[in-house]
């Protein structure tokens, strides 16, 4: 895609706000103080949609950048994903918390449940790193 292309919607907030709209379908010129105060948006109108994870991951590809469009892609299937779970999976992707058998079914029951293959394939990927640099859990080690 050509630099034209990515001048005419990045920033995409700045160029194209019509875009941007929250999961309760708020456009971004909603979110304003004034309509905190009167009661106008709940704390869940302020949240970020998958689909503006996506577009930011399409603009990421645009300016040639793979990787933040893959964590763009990521953050946007964690949108579905109840907050208490989220730090479930952050508490078994810490070092020596997990097996890897623990890891590969929290990736099988993520992909299952919430259809997050992009997180299930971050989790495949972080249990075999684990098992090559020796950071999983072992019944046999006590650590932190």
Do not use: W
């Amino acid at each position: 895609m050509n630099k034209k292309k990515l001048d005419d919607i990045y920033p995409l907030g700045e160029k194209r706000p019509d875009l941007v709209k929250t999961p309760t379908g708020k456009k971004l010129n909603d979110i304003s103080i004034e309509n905190i105060i009167s009661g106008n948006l709940q704390p869940g109108d302020c949240r970020i949609s998958a689909e503006t994870l996506e577009q930011q991951a399409q603009i990421a590809e645009l300016a040639g950048n793979s990787q933040m469009a893959q964590n763009f892609r990521r953050a946007a299937e964690l949108t579905a994903i109840p907050d208490e779970e989220i730090i479930r999976i952050y508490n078994a992707l810490r070092p020596y918390r997990s097996t890897k058998t623990q890891l590969l079914k929290l990736a099988e029951y993520i992909e299952s449940k919430f259809r997050a293959s992009v997180n299930a394939a971050f989790l495949k990927e972080a249990a075999e790193y684990y098992e090559k640099q020796n950071r999983l859990k072992s019944v046999n080690t006590n650590h932190l």
